[in-house]
């Protein structure tokens, strides 16, 4: 059976007219999909009934399952998705106040061996499909519909488990089904994909013309330290990583944000600090610092808020604009892949 979740409106445009169908039966699909979330084709009343029954027979729409749901003191809800072939994946809704937000997962596992990370526990199984990209979103939008019949997820990160630009075409499709307003309707400056650093694929993703929100996890001023502890610097290092965000900054017309995890004596010294200022000088980025997320089976802590407010003090002072991230549901395994880790040992 072939799903249509996965497919975009114009990659739906040309399958229905590879199958004899008009064009415009594409956006017909998507209105009920999307717009009025309806996944029973006998209730598509403006699709002739031929064609709902070739619907029935050849096509479906299914989203990944809850296996299992954590809802933390602050509202924050973690699922445990199972995806068709039981491979599982990690979804959370987070509750700012200006809006419902999701973070979704790119991958089963990841490969990127980044070492503060608990998604990297588990190597990396497979890319998700579109369907099971865009089914994350549907899924918490069936919860938040049961809180408030109007209630919708409104802003989307890319900052699950897995590396958005290790499934690129994929990602990309996703993105569009979230955009369009047919499909979710989501604004592109509410949608943030977030890379540890894949340069072609920056450059890629600078030429799509998309406004679409782009975070890169940089978390080291100098490729010695960077080298440590994220494994793709040894493929991109900072030169080449710089030079693809100038050309990203110029090309798209949008600046980057730079994620920097402080590690407690590795990377949230004033010296640090300082490089990180010179590093960035020249882009038009921000800093978002991010406190460590503690994970059990790694050994790096947290940084002291003392270090954590001088490192945002030195960059402020020297003019680069920098936030430290909010946190949500430290009760319920809130670091990346923690709660799939936990599971998967549970199962083995
Ligand atoms: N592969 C992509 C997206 C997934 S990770 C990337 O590297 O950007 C999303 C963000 O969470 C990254 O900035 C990542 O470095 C960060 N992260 C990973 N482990 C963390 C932890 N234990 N605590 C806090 N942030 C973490």
Redesign the pocket.
């Known amino acids: 059976m072939n799903n249509l979740y996965n497919y975009s409106l114009s990659k739906l445009e040309d399958h229905m007219l590879s199958i004899g169908q008009k064009k415009y039966r594409a956006t017909q699909l998507f209105k009920w999909i999307y717009e009025k979330r309806v996944d029973d084709f006998d209730l598509m009343s403006d699709i002739s009934l031929k064609f709902r029954e070739d619907l029935k027979n050849n096509y479906c729409l299914i989203k990944p399952k809850i296996y299992t749901k954590q809802i933390s003191s602050d509202g924050t809800i973690k699922l445990l998705l199972e995806l068709e072939d039981g491979n599982k994946i990690e979804t959370v809704l987070m509750r700012y106040n200006y809006g419902n937000v999701a973070c979704v997962s790119s991958e089963v596992g990841?490969n990127?061996g980044?070492a503060?990370?608990?998604s990297g526990l588990l190597k990396k199984k497979r890319e998700l499909t579109v369907s099971e990209l865009i089914g994350q979103i549907l899924v918490l939008d069936d919860l938040l519909k049961l809180e408030d019949e109007s209630k919708r997820v409104t802003h989307v990160v890319v900052?699950?488990t897995?590396?958005?630009f290790d499934n690129y075409d994929n990602v990309l499709d996703f993105i569009r089904i979230l955009n369009h307003p047919h499909g979710l309707a989501i604004g592109a400056r509410h949608i943030t994909v977030?890379?540890?650093g894949i340069v072609p694929r920056i450059y890629d993703y600078a030429k799509e013309g998309l406004q679409i929100n782009l975070a890169i996890?940089l978390?080291a001023p100098n490729d010695a330290l960077r080298n440590r502890i994220m494994a793709i610097n040894h493929t991109y290092p900072l030169d080449e990583l710089m030079k693809a965000v100038k050309y990203y900054e110029k090309e798209a017309n949008r600046r980057v944000t730079f994620?920097y995890?402080l590690l407690k004596d590795i990377n949230d010294t004033p010296e640090c600090a300082k490089e990180l200022v010179k590093l960035i000088k020249g882009t038009l980025a921000y800093v978002n610092l991010?406190p460590?997320?503690p994970?059990k089976e790694l050994k790096f802590a947290r940084s002291s808020e003392t270090n954590v407010h001088r490192f945002l003090d030195i960059l402020m002072k020297n003019g680069v604009t920098a936030t430290i991230r909010k946190e949500f549901g430290t009760d319920i395994d809130a670091?990346?892949g923690q709660l799939r880790a936990k599971n998967e040992k549970h199962e083995l």
């Open positions: 990841c990127m980044c503060f990370c608990a900052m699950g897995g590396e958005p977030s890379t540890c996890s978390h994620e995890i991010i460590f997320n994970v670091a990346c």
